[in-house]
Nanobody, 117 residues
Framework: QVQLVESGGGLVQPGGSLSLSCVSS????????MGWYRQAPGKQRELVAR????????YARSAMKGRFTISRDNTKNTVYLQMNSLKPEDTAVYYC??????????WGQGTQVTVSS
């Protein structure tokens, strides 16, 4: 059974930082493109960042590239999202995703990130 388990969310003040982790089991992430998505209340789920099997990172928006960093540690079957200079508009549930080809697409349950003073 495939499981992706996110952790590291929480409440942080504007300008603060959080580090999210996503540990996978049941798959070997070496063969998967890994991504972080987020969904704010009343909005559609959107891509935050993605990292290929070769370690190439892609960010959905230039503003995220300057504040967020996605990374992966295949030896730990884990993908990370370091988030700095957080803003209230970053408040959302953050989801981990693993994709391989067109047939394998797995999601975690999400972790809540709330940016508020």
């Amino acid at each position: 059974q495939v499981q992706l388990v996110e952790s590291g969310g929480g409440l942080v003040q504007p300008g603060g930082s959080l580090s999210l982790s996503c540990v996978s089991s049941g798959i070997t992430i070496n063969f998967y493109a890994m991504g972080w998505y987020r969904q704010a209340p009343g909005k559609q789920r959107e891509l935050v960042a993605r990292i290929t099997t070769d370690g190439i990172s892609l960010y959905a928006r230039s503003a995220m590239k300057g504040r967020f960093t996605i990374s992966r540690d295949n030896t730990k079957n884990t993908v990370y999202l370091q988030m700095n200079s957080l803003k209230p508009e970053d408040t959302a549930v953050y989801y981990c995703n693993a994709q391989r080809g067109g047939n394998y697409d797995y999601w975690g349950q999400g972790t809540q990130v709330t940016v508020s003073s």
